[in-house]
């Protein structure tokens, strides 16, 4: 059972990140489109919790790191989603539950994962990191992702829960 978890984990990050880079452009505001491998990790971390989330975070963020178009050092995502997805589980450890809960956390992987990217970016001087447009990609990002919220984080509770043997059944959110 946990290996057919990893391949459905694996399954979700792989489409995530192809429609994130093939599609979604389509979609930007202002340069800014859905973080959706991002709302796929936020989902299996409260799926399988913290460990499950910050290795599904840096699997989903390294895939990003070396996909075509990247033009950022390798590992910037992969350590911000291993972030995002570790803080997700823990939110699922400490059973917050309901629709509410879960935008929060959404929004709490968003603000954590653009803030992480954008600091080790500065950090590593990357020239195409830019701090005064830093509050206007994080409130379209954030919106993206709600909306994505809604259709993904379902979904990958639902399919996650399929995939989970009963005694563990009342441990994955509903």
């Not at 539950?97 to 879960?102: I, K, L, R, Y």
């Amino acid at each position: 059972m946990a290996g057919l978890r990893v391949a459905i984990a694996a399954l979700f990050l792989m489409v995530a990140v192809t429609l994130q880079l093939s599609t979604l452009p389509q979609l930007a505001i202002a340069g800014v489109t859905c973080d959706l491998a991002l709302v796929v990790v936020v989902a299996l971390g409260l799926a399988r919790g913290p460990e499950f989330g910050a290795i599904a975070g840096f699997t989903g963020g390294l895939l990003l790191d070396l996909a075509p178009p990247a033009d950022h050092t390798a590992g910037r995502w992969a350590l911000a989603f291993a972030l995002a997805g570790y803080v997700a589980g823990l939110a699922r450890r400490e059973s917050f539950v309901g629709p509410w809960a879960t935008a929060v956390t959404v929004v709490v992987g968003t603000v954590l994962s653009l803030t992480v990217f954008t600091a080790t970016g500065s950090l590593l001087h990357d020239p195409s990191v830019d701090w005064s447009s830093y509050g206007e990609r994080l409130g379209i990002a954030t919106g993206y992702d709600l909306l994505a919220a809604v259709l993904v984080i379902p979904l990958v509770l639902w399919v996650m829960r399929l995939v989970v043997p009963p005694g563990e059944r009342r441990r994955v959110l509903s």
